[in-house]
């Protein structure tokens, strides 16, 4: 058994092979101001294998074309030409997309759970006790947290991903990754799974 590694990258020459998906991830240094005295490395090409099946779990859809994350095993091979090179055999694969995507969906959910637990407070108590204040202000901490998120990833996080599948096509076509607070209060709640 090889030493353990986690790379992340945009395969390149994606290609299949023998026994799944061949492709090459070229990484740099991990960090550029080392130790005195130790040498910087230079970029390093990792062929990376992985399952058919492993490669399309990994992705969002076959439109998914973000950063790839992949840990794997180390081997050191020889190409057919005797050149030595590194090998990567994956044990997990996703992507930048679906790892966003998914921290999204969680936040999410955590906000449309926080709005019922509110609503379910102010309907029992009314607006102002101090439990449904608490409540809201979480509420809204959720809420922000959600929308910073989205704005932050906007580049690559897709809106229409976030959504469970009961949302009507016209909820998906008006939402975006730039909410305004008031329009995902405005949002109707997310049925929790």
Known sequence: MGATITLTGR???VRSA???VAFEIVAGPANASTPR???VFSLTTYHALCSQRMW???HMDSEDRSDVIIEGYLEPRVSEGGQPYVAVVATSLTTKLVEITSHAQQLL???AKA???YNALRSRYGEDAPVVQEARAEMEKLK???TRYCEANQKILRPESLL???YPQAQVARMSCNWPLAEIEAAPSVALR
């Open 11 to 13: 395969p390149r020459n």
């Open 18 to 20: 023998e026994r799944g």
């Open 37 to 39: 005295g130790m040498p």
């Open 56 to 58: 399309d779990r990994g």
């Open 109 to 111: 959910a955590d906000a």
């Open 115 to 117: 709005e019922k637990a």
């Open 144 to 146: 922000t947290g959600l």
């Open 164 to 166: 469970e599948p009961e």
